[in-house]
């Protein structure tokens, strides 16, 4: 079972609308959740953190966490074109070296006229 | 801040040669990170430093080597390059390892060996 799994997609969406995103987790121990955005030939850029349980809410992005479930999911709400990207679902693990992000593959997003 | 820069961008090597990627941040972060990304896979923890001259193995070391003799600069050497390390390789830094690490990339090194 992979640590952290996402849906590669492409997941396709039209201008305006509620884009969601979706990630699972092995590990219950698990205490941070991370969502970068990773635009084609760049580098991951980070635009969510969550800790707790619940929402967390930022502009147009809102986290979604639920670690009974091991679930995080981020919603883009009225999407635009420029959010087409790949989205990166990261978890943070605590293994003997310390604390470690995992990644997963990350869904592709793409957001259409 | 220019925050984590890399160098350099682009790279094509022989089967065999060595080189050294460069990276280095300004943001005063103790702990620094080492990933390469291949084509619809996750990012993969190569080597992580924790404060200068402290260095550890993540999950994919073999074939790599690293130093840190500074909190700004972490080098990630590669030794007698072979075909599978062709990949993209991000840096990165964070100023806690504990589970609140958030982390920020470098722009990556696009590595091709042939």
């Known amino acids: 079972q992979k640590e952290v799994e996402q849906n590669s997609g492409p997941l396709s969406v039209p201008e305006g609308a509620i884009a969601s995103l979706n990630c699972t987790y092995s590990?219950?121990?698990?205490?941070?959740f991370f969502w970068y955005r990773q635009y084609s030939g760049k580098s991951p850029e980070l635009i969510m953190s969550?800790?707790?349980?619940g929402d967390k809410e930022d502009g147009r992005f809102t986290a979604q966490l639920n670690k009974a479930s091991q679930y995080v999911s981020l919603l883009i709400r009225d999407s635009q074109p420029s959010d087409s990207a790949t989205y990166l679902c990261?978890?943070?693990?605590?293994?003997?070296?310390?604390?470690?992000?995992?990644f997963g593959t990350g869904t592709q997003l793409k957001v259409e006229l | 801040n220019a925050g984590v820069t890399q160098t350099p961008k682009f790279r094509i090597l022989k089967i065999g040669q060595s080189m050294t990627l460069q990276c280095t941040q300004d943001?005063?972060?103790?702990?620094m990170y080492w990933y390469r990304q291949d084509p619809g896979m996750g990012l993969k923890l190569i080597y992580y430093?924790?404060?200068?001259?402290?260095?550890d193995k993540g999950e994919v070391p073999n074939g790599y080597n690293v130093s840190r003799s500074t909190t700004e600069d972490f080098p990630l050497r590669l030794e007698l390059a072979a075909p599978s390390q062709t990949s993209v390789y991000f840096c990165?830094?964070?100023?806690?390892?504990?589970?609140?690490?958030?982390?920020?990339f470098g722009p990556g090194t696009r590595l091709t060996v042939l």
């Open positions: 990165a830094s964070s100023y806690t390892d504990t589970s609140y690490n958030e982390q920020f």
């Open positions: 990261a978890v943070n693990v605590f293994t003997g070296g310390g604390n470690k992000l995992t």
């Open positions: 943001m005063n972060h103790n702990y």
């Open positions: 969550i800790y707790s349980n």
């Open positions: 430093s924790v404060g200068a001259g402290i260095t």
């Open positions: 590990d219950r121990g698990s205490q941070s």
